[in-house]
């Protein structure tokens, strides 16, 4: 899964701020990575806050047309190559095949693409026929990232998310002889009402199809997701939080002891596999985004495109973002600290020097270091400074300490 940085709608309200691509200078640009967004799924998952609509299929032809103009404007705008590129969504394999074939050609077509460029697309294990597998690999497309979540019938219901177990083995096989090898499997722990035996289980599963990158998530109760409805209706309960932990413990031992190397937090891989699309987000890159509702980044300024689809459709060739940050020199240094700190080799001491000599009002930031220090949350190794084996299970209040 691309990170969380394609939220649900905000809701009404939200004014065009001004436009992508005018919002960026008019030099070439450097650009790491660029991420498009497709916004249909054939079903809304109940724990599901990314932007994406059930597909009535009217729409796709409009969306791959505007999608086109949109990468036009990038045309001559880009200095040097691109080295990753993620399609997510949504379910961009919920395409039409003619479409996706379009799609990909586009990308192609319009931005400037390294030579080994990793080339991801997100998909739901139903929408993998041969037809589709043979357009992504005809498209330029080397790694795709499944959406399992878990392999028990009974669990993915508690999330309502509609697919068939059975099938990520076979949307693999499909894939596999249409040539493309790398793959990521999307799991998720902490579902409500599951035990540690099905988590153990859950990991089986997903190793015996031998992936090169395992993403696990703990699951997130987000704001105005049917799932968070029905645990505030007391519907449903929230994991005990130690068994959660053992799952998350479970998982680092067991993916360790399999040759995977855990590089982030919820991200494990095999040596080299690791997901060059998502590194670029956590080494505070620059990336562009194409779609309605996806974020980018490019030398300090985030925007996020407009996210309803009619009102991204109506617009173009430029499009209209919703929200502009031009993100100040300290807030920079503290976004580096807490995206790189999630990495698990953490940053050097020279890394973390040149930050803090950027900016570290009164001291703020490297006293939460030292505090951490001595909690045992971090440590000093080898020149560098991570999270430990604790700090990782309370990461995210003490990272955003640091913003
Ligand atoms: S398939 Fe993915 S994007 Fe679509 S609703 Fe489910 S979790 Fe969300």
Known sequence: MALELEQFDPGPGAAPVGHFPEILSDASLSIDAAYLHVPFCFHKCHYCD???IVDTGDRQARFVDRIEDELRTMAGRIDGAIGAVFLGGGTPTLLEPELLGRLLEAVGEHLPLEAGVEWTVEANPETIDEEVASRLAQGGVNRISIGCQSFRPRLLEVLERHHDPDNVARAID????????????????GIPGSTFDEWCLDLEDALALE???????GLQYEPNTPLTKKLELGRIERLDEDLEADMYEHTCSRLGAAGFRHYEISNWSRPGAECRHNLVYWRSGNWLAFGPSASGHVDGTRWKNVPRLTDWLDSGPGTPVVDLERVDASAR??????LELRLREGITRQRLDELLGRSDPDGRRRAVIEDALSTGLMLRESDCLRLSDRGVLLADSLLSELI
Not at 174 to 189: C, K, Q, T, V, W
Not at 211 to 217: A, D, G, K, M
Not at 333 to 338: I, S, T, Y
């Open 211 to 217: 992936p090169e990158h395992l993403s696990c998530y």
């Open 50 to 52: 990314f932007y994406s």
């Open 333 to 338: 240094v503290g976004e580096h600290l807490m």
């Open 174 to 189: 499909r894939l596999r002889s249409a040539g493309i090898d790398a793959f990521n499997l999307d799991l998720i722990h």
